[in-house]
């Protein structure tokens, strides 16, 4: 069984900050990409950043304010938010592809968190 769990969220004034946390566990062999993705009241959910072993990428409505980041020796990824944005308001998740072991066989599959709200006061 492998989880992701986000913590980090939560209220904060325009301009402020907020760093989440997304914690990958159990039968894990390996992660690849891993990524952090939002959906705000009444939207679709969208992409935000993604990190692999080639770099990194951001949704252009984020680049220069957000950084992602990992340590792989955790399995643990985070999202460094600056300069937040009512428009940033949105639960937050995260997301990765693992290969997970199974009594000696192994999958791949995409896992998502539960998500954690981040709201940004005006």
């Known amino acids: 069984q492998v989880q992701l769990v986000e913590s980090g969220g939560g209220l904060v004034q325009a301009g402020g900050s907020l760093r989440l946390s997304c914690a990958a566990s159990?039968?894990?062999?390996?992660?690849?990409?891993m990524g952090w993705y939002r959906q705000a009241p009444g939207k679709q959910r969208e992409w935000v950043a993604t990190?692999?072993?080639?770099?990194?990428n951001y949704a252009d409505s984020v680049k220069g304010r957000f950084t992602i980041s990992r340590d792989n020796t955790k399995n643990t990824m985070w999202l460094q938010m600056n300069s937040l944005k009512p428009e940033d308001t949105a639960v937050y998740y995260c997301?990765?592809?693992?290969?997970?072991?199974?009594?000696?066989?192994?999958?791949?599959?995409?896992?998502w968190g539960q998500g954690t709200q981040v709201t940004v006061s005006s």
């Open positions: 997301s990765a592809d693992i290969v997970a072991s199974y009594s000696g066989s192994y999958r791949r599959s995409a896992y």
């Open positions: 159990g039968s894990i062999f390996s992660i690849n990409s």
């Open positions: 990190i692999t072993s080639d770099g990194t």
